[in-house]
């Protein structure tokens, strides 16, 4: 899509700290990252959001949380957490689905 940052990071236009490719997803380091780890897997098609890959494309939608498992697993983490942003209400400013996996410091629930 047109204008979206992270279809542009997929298709190589801009740079990405790419950690891992798989067939349908790319995960790559979060430029403002809020844990020792914190990458983003992204699916390679644009969808807005969690629900709308979900509801288009469920494999595809399960390839991102096994390659965040793979991710963290690769760092060394068998705790780590997985955030969706759903809405502007609740933090989301990049409208191209991504999971955010988050590991390597103590995390507090609820979250903020
Ligand atoms: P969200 O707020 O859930 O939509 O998450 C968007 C995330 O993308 C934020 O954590 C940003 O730090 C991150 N981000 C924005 N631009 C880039 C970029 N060029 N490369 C990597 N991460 C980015």
């Known amino acids: 899509m047109e204008d979206?940052?992270?279809?542009?990071?997929?298709?190589?236009?801009?740079p990405g700290d790419i950690v891992l490719e798989t067939e349908h997803t790319v995960?790559?380091?979060?430029?403002?990252?809020?844990?020792?780890?914190h990458v983003l897997v992204v699916p390679r098609d644009h969808y807005a959001n969690a629900a709308e890959l979900a509801a288009a494309d469920p494999a595809v939608s399960a390839e991102l949380v096994t390659a965040a498992a793979a991710v963290a697993?690769?760092?060394?983490?068998?705790?780590?957490?997985?955030?969706?942003?759903?809405g502007t209400g609740v933090g989301q400013s990049v409208f191209h689905t991504h999971l955010h996996l988050l590991a390597g410091r103590p995390m507090t629930w609820p979250p903020g």
């Open 73 to 86: 697993a690769e760092a060394g983490y068998d705790d780590y957490r997985l955030v969706y942003n759903t």
């Open 27 to 37: 995960a790559f380091r979060d430029l403002n990252a809020q844990a020792p780890t």
């Open 4 to 14: 979206c940052l992270f279809c542009k990071i997929v298709a190589g236009e801009i």
